[in-house]
């Protein structure tokens, strides 16, 4: 194929959800560890740039980083989420993949996109059940064209790749019930009461993007997004 780079969006998330890694384990392993790995590898050999989509579910919020404090998690920290086999092959892919020097490492963390039934709308609308926790987004509309353009320009190194500012459950839920569905509704429960019906605990965190801010300032505030967005499809809805 003689490409001028790489870009591996592939891996595995689990179906329905995050709870198939637990007992999948070595499938696991091989294609978000390996497969990552090896494709790194032959971009190394060859001089090719390899930029990874990655995951921003490997922090959870801790007494330095508590819950609306604007106390993001940045690309030094260690991660510190071990709740999920997901995220722990995620956490080893990645200490590996960075010992290379021709990887962009993108951690896209709850993503949101105009096709609304896939990424994090699409899984929250379906429970009646939800915590209520304030999280940061990758808003792909606003960043997709921002890894092409890193692609293109040959940028290396980790990068949350989220929107500024985070948002919680409800929050999400009240713009999609406004701009969507106003008939929906949903009950909260403790984030106890979650864990106890699953089988791995999900992480939640905010994540700084000052790093990518200072390459590209105009990524627009989480909120901000979701709301022109939620607007966007009610308009084209009519
Ligand atoms: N969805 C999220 O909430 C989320 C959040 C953060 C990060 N991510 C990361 O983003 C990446 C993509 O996730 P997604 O949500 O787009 O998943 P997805 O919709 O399930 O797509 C994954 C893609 O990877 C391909 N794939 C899986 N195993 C492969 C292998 N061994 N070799 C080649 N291709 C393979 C699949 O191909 P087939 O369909 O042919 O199997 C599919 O096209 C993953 O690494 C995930 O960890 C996802």
Redesign the pocket.
């Known amino acids: 194929m003689k490409p001028d780079c790489i870009i591996n969006?592939?891996?595995?998330?689990g179906k329905p959800n995050v709870d198939w890694c637990e007992e999948h384990k070595q499938e696991i392993v091989?294609?978000?560890v390996l497969?990552v790995l090896n494709l790194v590898d032959i971009g190394f050999i060859y001089g090719l740039h390899v930029t990874n989509?990655?995951?921003?579910?490997i922090y959870e919020y801790d007494e330095h980083h508590p819950m609306w404090s604007c106390i993001g998690f940045t690309e030094e920290d260690e991660p510190n989420f071990a709740g999920s086999f997901y995220s722990r092959s995620?956490i080893i892919m990645e200490k590996l993949i960075l010992v290379y020097p021709n990887v962009l490492n993108l951690r896209?963390?709850?993503?949101v996109s105009a096709e609304l039934d896939?990424?994090?709308v699409g899984k929250i609308i379906q429970y009646k059940k939800l915590v209520n926790i304030p999280n940061s987004l990758?808003m792909l509309e606003d960043l997709l064209p921002i890894a092409i353009d890193m692609t293109l320009k040959g940028i290396k190194g980790n990068f949350n790749f989220v929107n500024p500012g985070v948002v919680s459950h409800n929050q999400v839920m009240e713009l999609y019930k406004k701009y969507i569905d106003p008939s929906k509704t949903w009950e909260n429960f403790t984030i106890e009461e979650h864990d106890e019906l699953l089988k791995s605990r999900r992480a939640n965190a905010e994540l700084s993007c000052h790093k990518l801010l200072q390459l590209y300032p105009n990524i627009p505030h989480v909120s901000i997004s979701l709301q022109n967005l939620f607007q966007e499809i009610k308009e084209k809805n009519q």
Do not use: D, E, L
């Not at 969006?9 to 998330?13: M, P, R, S, V, W």
């Not at 896209?108 to 993503?111: A, D, E, V």
């Open positions: 969006a592939a891996g595995i998330t091989r294609t978000n497969g989509i990655s995951t921003g579910c995620k896209i963390k709850m993503p896939k990424g994090f990758s």
